[in-house]
């Protein structure tokens, strides 16, 4: 059980617009602490793609992007394409827990 | 660019010390930005962070794993290493070290990954 609760899958067809949500606690999110999500492509390690809740790193397109109100967020992907079929994971920090956390990851199908 | 390159043994035996170490290439590990953590992954399942480490020395633990957790830095050798010891079949994982950035108090996150080196734990 993921201290941050995401949806297992979303799917889409391409070129649509998915959104994956990320809901915390008055400990974590609720508390002040920005979400970070990361995007794992089948057998490789997890990539930085949006940083302090709305952030994108370089080379991220900007159909891609994020939110955070209250004690959730959310992650968004306009124009879905096959090459975004990946596990999305978000990241925020627990004062109770005084550790860092992940959601349990959702999984993107493009159809 | 900087680069991340976890290495160890693949094997494990039950109850025995896992031990890993990530090595920077393209950057160095005493740079006060940051802090070098290591995440693992069960197959199948989501990440969980086990700790992170900075140029001091000042290493922070997940409290769930804390008594078996030593993470070291070397900035010499400019790698930072994990020990987990007693290990279980529940530790089979893919281990990833990665580089923590902080942006004010309440932003942390990981923006550089190793690509992961797999341990089981296995007699």
């Known amino acids: 059980q993921s201290v941050l609760t995401q949806p297992p899958s979303v799917s889409g067809a391409p070129g649509q617009r998915v959104t994956i949500s990320c809901t915390g606690n008055s400990s974590n999110i609720g508390a002040g602490y920005d979400v970070h999500w990361y995007q794992q492509l089948p057998g490789t390690a997890p990539k930085l793609l949006i940083y302090?809740?709305?952030n994108r790193p370089s080379g991220v397109p900007d159909r891609v992007s994020g939110s955070k109100s209250g004690t959730s967020a959310s992650l968004a992907i306009t124009g879905l394409r096959a090459e975004d079929e990946a596990d999305y994971y978000c990241?925020?920090?627990?004062?109770?827990?005084?550790?860092?956390?992940f959601g349990g990851g959702t999984k993107v199908t493009v159809l | 660019q900087v680069q991340l390159q976890e290495s160890g043994p693949g094997l494990v035996e039950p109850s025995q010390t896992l031990s890993l170490t990530c090595t920077v290439s393209?950057?160095?590990?005493?740079?006060?930005?940051?802090?070098w953590a290591w995440i693992r992954q069960p197959p199948g399942k989501g990440l969980e962070w086990i700790g992170y480490i900075n140029f001091r020395g000042s290493a922070y633990y997940n409290p769930s794993l804390k008594s078996r957790i030593t993470i070291s830095i070397d900035t010499s050798e400019n790698h930072f290493s994990l020990k987990l010891t007693s290990v279980t079949a529940p530790d089979t994982a893919m281990y990833y070290c990665a580089r923590n950035y902080g942006s004010g108090s309440y932003s942390w996150y990981f923006d550089l990954w190793g690509r992961g080196t797999l341990v089981t734990v296995s007699s």
């Open positions: 990241q925020s920090y627990d004062t109770s827990l005084t550790a860092f956390v």
């Open positions: 393209g950057g160095s590990v005493s740079s006060g930005d940051y802090y």
């Open positions: 302090g809740n709305t």
